[in-house]
């Protein structure tokens, strides 16, 4: 099928090519030459792990391409929108320039019967309003949100463990025939997964949409409840890492989204239960949501106990103290470093006077342009040179594996280890000589 991908940042770029990659003919639109130049010679214009190889294959079988003219949108039948919604600057609510300006610009380039497919994670009400624009042109709106994990964006989107359509429906609510109809589109599109099975639901534009923003509110919830856990167990010398094991046995709570630490950072989690909150109120109904404000405040505090942990053992002077800081992304595999709990810890560090060197196996360039005060290097023994106090902010494997507590031992200058992602194995470090300190650990 003709596709086109109206946006080519993280979820766009990846959904071009994850497309071609199950065999449709795509072409990939965004409004910034630089990346779409990128992505034309096949590089990805950032890390993630699969996408430069599937970049390069729809390259080169002719079925991938990309382009800053919107015109080329014109042939095809299914025309995702993946374009950003950040945070507005004075407020929580999301900017939704990009979508507005997005289906605006293709309304000329629409035939009908044709799908526009929002992909966007859009404050409730959004579809049916841009519906109005879309369905005198004789094309449909949908809206097919997206749940990919950075890292695993590949896999998530060819095979994704649910899918999503919120079609048009009738006046009490039922799925119209104009709405069976794209969702039988839809499904076109995504054929191997529904050849397998993947649950497919078909519903309403409003309940699509609230799929996508509770389910990133539930799991933000989920890490500041461990995280709540972990502040208690501060308090009481209770271990979190048991008790999140110990709870998450429960099939019905589940361990995984149970790690305590610095928290949750990233593109989408902070600014998606901001945006939660504030369309909330926008219909009347923020009380309902009120518990997503005291999710970000746990949230953010992690950051503040972190540096309060070095702080303390360094015996309250960190002024020109050596802190090397082992992580930068929002998150293992990633480079992104969008609100980035690990750099913010860097930060405040430095903010504090501490001779911050921070190291990350991906993310020290996208690092470097925003916080160029720090000092980075990529040499983790380097890093770990002569250290006063060592803090791990995001929890790499190579870390985990490379890091021997003996080796790192031998080049500080003091063995003073905190674990903002609770990663390290606490008893091998403390046996080779390390003061360890963890997150709602004793
Ligand atoms: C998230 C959602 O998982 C995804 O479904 C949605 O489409 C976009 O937002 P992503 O931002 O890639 O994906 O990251 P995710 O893996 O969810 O992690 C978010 C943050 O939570 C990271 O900073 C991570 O370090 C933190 N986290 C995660 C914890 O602090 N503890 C955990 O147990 C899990």
Redesign the pocket.
Known sequence: MRLSVIGCGYLGAVHAAAMASIGHEVVGIDVDERKIESLSKGLAPFFEPGLQEILQEGIASGRLTFTTDLAAAAGAKVHFVGVGTPQVKDGYAADLTYVNAAVDGLLPYLSPGDLVAGKS?VPVGTAARLAESVTPTGATLVWNP????????VQ?TVDPDRLVAGVPSTSSGAVSDEGARAADILREVYHPSVAKNTPFIVTDYATAELV?VS??AF??T??SF??AMAEIAEVTGADVTQLADAIGHDARIGR??????????????PK?IRAFSARAEELGRGESVNFLREVDAINLRRRDRAVDLVVAALDGVVFEKKVAVLGAA???H?D?IRD??ALDVAVRLKGLGADVVVTDPAAIENARRIHPQLTYNEDLDATLKDADAVIVV??WDEWRRELAPEHAASLVKATIVVDG?NCLDAAAWRAAGWTYYGMGRP
């Not at 995984?256 to 989690?269: D, K, P, Q, S, V």
Request: net charge neutral; charged share 25%.
């Open positions: 994670t997206e749940f990919l994990r950075e890292g695993f964006a998530d996508k389910a990133n799991l933000a989920k890490i461990i995280n995984r989204f149970l790690g305590a630490g610095i928290g949750f950072g990233g593109g989408c989690l998606d929002f998150k293992p990633s992104d980035s709990p995001t929890e992602r």
